[in-house]
């Protein structure tokens, strides 16, 4: 068989306009999102214009929760993130920077762990320390992470160009 003759009507097929290329994603409940480099970054449930924004801070950062980490000894249950209805988030490839930035704030300062792109290493959220939010716990807080508006762009943004 030719392979050249079997495939010359696919490849003769036009190009998919960016409404067609938008039409092909998988869910229209889960909401992806990229850094300005194109690099998947961030997949939810909310969209990002959705989630609550800090209203005390400068930069309006979306907060977003976190699922908790699994329990290893913990039996898996497949129907506990579809009954609790809520909203689901996950960063998808970030790296998180190994020390802390201190950073100030109308009510003193923050110190703040940046996320960054896994490519590009742009800064586009960050997660608080517990310190700040008084009791006896210490370290990085991992069931919120606050988006930083401006680092993100939609999956059909980035198709759109």
């Known amino acids: 068989m030719d392979i050249a003759q079997s495939s010359r009507a696919y490849f003769a097929m036009p190009s998919p ?3 067609e290329k938008i039409s092909l994603a998988a869910s229209n409940t889960v909401y992806t999102y990229h850094c300005l480099c194109s690099h998947l970054l961030l997949a ?5 214009h959705a989630l609550p924004c800090r209203q005390n801070s400068a930069d309006k950062a979306h907060m977003m929760s976190l699922p ?17 209805g809520g909203h689901y988030g996950l960063l998808l490839s970030t790296k998180l920077d190994r020390a802390p930035e201190m950073m100030t704030s109308d009510n003193g300062f923050e110190k703040r ?13 960050y997660q608080l320390d517990w310190q700040q939010f008084g009791g006896e716990r210490s370290g990085r807080r991992e069931d919120v992470i606050f988006l930083i508006p401006g680092g993100f762009v939609t999956t059909s943004e980035m198709i759109m160009g």
């Open 17 to 19: 306009t960016p409404e």
């Open 44 to 48: 939810t449930s909310t969209p990002l």
């Open 68 to 84: 908790p980490p699994p329990a290893p000894s913990a039996k898996k249950n497949a129907d506990t993130a579809s009954t609790q």
């Open 113 to 125: 762990y940046l996320q960054r792109c896994g490519r590009c290493s742009l800064a586009v959220g």
